[in-house]
């Protein structure tokens, strides 16, 4: 199995840093998970680690052994490792073509290829979809077959973007389901971002948490996030998760009232108990109540300005209680004249309410 | 009575003929477009032209832009290029290809090698990034991360072989020129439709017309059915 | 990783039609073949159709016709492009074997032109016999604004004739200044079906005008039988010291054969509606000379000595 090792890692991107300085180590067996906003650096370093890309300083270390560019030890060197991308791209071809791929490659016999793909199929829960083009999927079923297909070689290391981005929870939970499995079974070193706070509790042995291109802290789940420091805070803690009571319509929407008499409208169908999460960036302020298709609008009070180097990100007490995060470009933040006190609409769609 | 029956048969043969030779005229240019132009196109798609070096830069652009401004080259222009380079007093006349069919071929290939060119460029350009990254991302080596881009490609190098195609059988201007419109010998489907006009024979004209639109509609037909199938999946 | 069958299946078909086409090539390259260049008016009255499969048979060779405007078919022999050249500018002609590009110049059949029009005739030129006159009385009217005229505009042999009897009204009409002046820069049968849509006059040959009658419903013969309104075609020989690789032997033969009384005989029988399209004239030396053939018993006499 892999030990990763990354040393004093930047790149840099015509001019622009993405990564700076990034140093840490992963155990073989371990489970790594990265967390941090968009835009942190998170693709560019998997991208890095799947040597997709070189970085411009620092290097690499697969066991004790730094990282040669050269063409032929870079395929060698990638055969070991598998990696799932954020957005799912499978070629035109059955599902079972598509899993078979990374055998075909790596010159692996029929029989070889058609037992492991059998097998591999069972793992992500797919049997009976073998003849299917990959292109006819669902999201959700696309992502699982892209698991599959790094899966199927069996890697050392598998990287993996933002898996379950977008994805209903019966996805979600499979392929969670599968990591934990292939981890504990095969001891496959796995390094992931995710946003999912829940899944980074769930899954990682140790979180590292990236926020413009830069490590601010390596840990357990509970050392960053039950002791935050001031930046975790900020960032990323439980940014818009509410829970609450959420009563299913037919016409394939659900309220959820999280309290203080506020209820949310989301585009998915689920009665119960719910936790849900808004991405900041999904919402958008106005100083007027607007009339839109976005079926989700509260007023609230500006309480906190955090500007960052990109962006700028407000905290809008709505109601008694709750606490908004919303994320606006520098331009409409100066636009809208927005100070601490300063009254506000939220607006955002049913459909970027997600649950978790 | 026998005179009509003649009459009929040389009236089906010439049709036939001309028809046929539309047919091998564009057909043969396309193939030939399509054997040069592919290459060329993947090659400009998967930016092997365009490595550090100031050089090779500008030679990838100075690609492009011949591709880009030859894909609309006015096949009238191509004719008399064409025939200024194959009369007799000119630097291929030599040869004499002049109103041979060969000329047409030439002709329609110069109008369809660009074709071919800048929608296969187009076409891998639109997948070559995503599918080859996760082709070697699956430990696919590079020559063989190129095979599948070609292969994730092949809807639309197939939709630049009939558009080129289409364009060389309804072409007129360009291969009257280098072809000579020789009735039996490089009379066209539409060459011989400006003829047939020209003497009134509008029956044959029209006749004529029907031929190049099937032929334009079955060449329509299959592009829409391979475009429906890429969406639907 | 596998190399696609089909890849390679296209280029193999590829290779083969090409070889396929080469060879194909090879063989029709083996009957000689002449170029002739010769003007629409002859081409779309369809004599040739008739006459040269009988010559075809006979020399077992290939003829092969590009049918253009006189000033392009002289431009292609010069060019070294066609081997002869069949067509009715005597100006262009001279010019053409002057420059010795062109040999042997020889008159072979003669037609006539007419000028035709609208039947109502607002120009009132019908009968006339002075086609000068019948061309100022058009000139008068379109510039009123109740006549127009519809020209070739194309270099051939009947736009230089016609230019040549508007010089000598010295006028030099065109488009840009007379808006009765229509330059159509296309072939004859075009013409007279633009002049019959726009209730044009024109000047067309007379086999033309025959082939086309029954489509030009509302059109007339206004003008006819005025001696300079003969037309008269030619024959003339590439010359074989310019272009030594151009079928002299075959343009030589298939001039013989035009001019022979068998040829002249069987232009005469080619006949539309009953009516001659073309009459011969290689062997008629005095009205040969009339039409501006001075040499024509000489060429008459050294075609006849050439050995077939």
């Not at chain 1, 840490?24 to 489970?31: A, L, M, P, Y």
């Not at chain 2, 009238?76 to 069919?101: I, N």
């Not at chain 3, 010769?38 to 499969?53: E, F, K, W």
Request: overall charge positive; hydrophobic content about 45%; proline content about 3%.
């Amino acid at each position: 199995m892999l030990t990763i090792e990354v040393q004093k890692l930047s790149k840099t991107y015509s001019g622009r840093q993405v990564l700076k300085d990034i140093d840490f180590k992963v155990q073989s067996g371990e489970v790594f998970v990265l967390v941090g906003p968009n835009g942190a650096g998170k693709t560019t370093l998997l991208r890095i680690l799947d040597l997709l890309e070189e970085p411009t300083e620092g290097r690499i270390l697969f066991n004790e052994t730094p990282v040669d560019y050269s063409a032929k030890d870079k395929v060698a060197l990638r055969r070991r490792i598998g990696m799932l991308f954020q957005q799912t791209k499978l070629f035109d071809m059955s599902v079972s073509d598509n899993i078979a791929y990374g055998l075909k490659v790596r010159g692996e016999d029929k029989v070889t290829i058609e037992g492991k793909v059998r097998e591999t199929l069972k793992l992500v829960q797919l049997q009976g979809y073998e003849r299917k083009n990959a292109l006819t999927l669902s999201g959700g079923e696309a992502q699982r077959v892209s698991l599959a297909q790094a899966l199927v070689t069996e890697p050392e290391l598998l990287l993996l973007d933002e898996p379950t981005a977008n994805l209903d929870p019966r996805n979600i939970s499979i392929i969670e389901e599968v990591l934990t499995n292939i981890n504990r079974e095969k001891r496959t070193t796995i390094i992931m971002a995710t946003h999912n706070m829940f899944q980074a509790e769930n899954l990682a042995h140790r979180v590292a948490m990236i926020n413009n291109g830069k490590i601010e802290g390596v840990g357990t789940f509970q050392e960053i996030f039950g002791r935050p420091s001031e930046p975790v805070k900020n960032f990323v803690k439980f940014e818009n998760v509410f829970s609450g009571l959420s009563t299913a319509f037919t016409e394939g929407t659900s309220i959820i009232d999280i309290g203080d008499r506020l209820k949310i409208e989301a585009a998915f169908k689920k009665s119960g108990y719910v936790m849900i999460h808004i991405p900041p960036e999904d919402i958008i302020l106005s100083s007027q109540p607007i009339v839109s298709s976005a079926r989700n609008m509260f007023e609230g009070r500006i309480t906190q300005i955090l500007e960052t180097e990109s962006a700028v990100k407000l905290k809008v007490k709505v109601g008694e209680s709750k606490n908004f995060t919303v994320q606006v470009t520098k331009k409409s933040f100066k636009d809208l004249q927005l100070s601490i006190g300063t009254r506000i609409f939220l607006v955002f769609k049913a459909s970027s309410v997600q649950i978790i | 009575m026998m005179c009509e029956k003649m009459f009929e048969n040389t009236f089906l043969e010439e049709i036939l003929n001309i028809t046929l030779l539309s047919l091998k005229v564009s057909g043969t240019a396309v193939l030939i477009g399509a054997i040069i132009g592919i290459p060329i196109g993947t090659a400009l798609g998967f930016g092997w032209f365009k490595g550090k070096m100031m050089l090779t830069r500008i030679i990838d652009l100075t690609l492009k832009s011949i591709v880009n401004t030859f894909m609309g080259l006015p096949p009238v222009v191509v004719g008399l290029v064409v025939y200024l380079l194959l009369t007799t007093s000119g630097p291929l006349g030599p040869l004499g290809l002049l109103y041979t069919p060969t000329a047409m071929i030439i002709t329609q290939l110069i109008m369809a090698v660009p074709i071919v060119t800048g929608v296969t460029m187009s076409a891998i350009g639109s997948v070559e990034k995503t599918v080859r990254e996760r082709a070697l991302s699956l430990g696919a080596t590079d020559r063989q991360a190129a095979w599948t881009v070609l292969r994730e490609a092949r809807t639309g190098i197939l939709t630049a072989v009939i558009v080129a195609f289409g364009a060389a059988i309804s072409e007129v201007g360009g291969i009257m020129i280098a072809g000579g419109n020789i009735r039996w010998v490089t009379r066209t489907l539409t060459t011989a439709i400006v003829v047939e006009t020209n003497l009134g024979n509008f029956d044959l004209a029209i006749t004529l017309g029907i031929i190049l639109l099937s032929i334009a509609f079955i060449i329509n037909l299959a592009l829409t059915i391979i475009q429906f199938r890429g969406q639907k999946r | 990783m596998e190399f696609p069958k089909t890849t390679i299946a296209a280029v193999i078909i590829g290779i083969a039609i090409i070889g396929g086409i080469a060879y194909e090539h090879y063989l029709s390259s083996q009957k000689p073949i002449i170029v002739l260049a010769t003007t629409t008016s002859v081409y779309d009255s369809g004599m040739l159709d008739y006459l040269i499969p009988k010559f075809e048979n006979k020399h077992h060779a290939e003829v092969h016709v590009i049918s253009v405007g006189t000033g392009q078919a002289i431009e292609i022999g010069r060019r070294g492009d066609a081997d002869i050249v069949l067509v009715h500018s005597k100006n262009l002609e001279l010019s053409f074997v002057n420059s010795t590009y062109g040999i042997h110049r020889i008159g072979v059949f003669y037609n006539d032109f007419i000028i035709v029009g609208p039947a109502s005739d607002p120009a009132g030129i019908k009968n006339l016999t002075n086609s000068t006159e019948a061309f100022r009385r058009i000139c008068e009217r379109g510039f009123r604004g109740d006549a127009t005229f519809v020209s070739r505009a194309d270099k051939s042999g009947t736009n230089m004739f016609e230019l040549k009897i508007w010089s000598m009204l010295g006028i030099t009409p065109s488009n840009k200044t007379y808006a009765w002046y229509i330059e159509a820069g296309t072939g004859m049968g075009s013409v007279l079906r633009i002049s019959n849509e726009k209730g044009s006059y024109t000047l067309t040959d007379r086999s033309t005008w025959l082939s086309f009658k029954r489509q030009l419903k509302d059109m007339d013969i206004l003008v006819q039988d005025d001696k300079i309104l003969t037309n008269p075609y030619a024959i003339i020989l590439v010359n074989p010291e310019k272009y030594p690789n151009r079928n002299y032997k075959g343009a030589l033969a298939l001039a013989k054969f035009m001019i022979s009384n068998e040829g002249q005989e069987l232009i005469a029988n080619y006949k539309k509606n009953g009516e001659m399209l073309f009459k011969p004239l290689a062997r008629k030396i005095e009205l040969a000379r009339e039409l501006g053939f001075p040499d024509q018993s000489n060429e008459l006499a050294w075609y006849d000595k050439q050995k077939p």
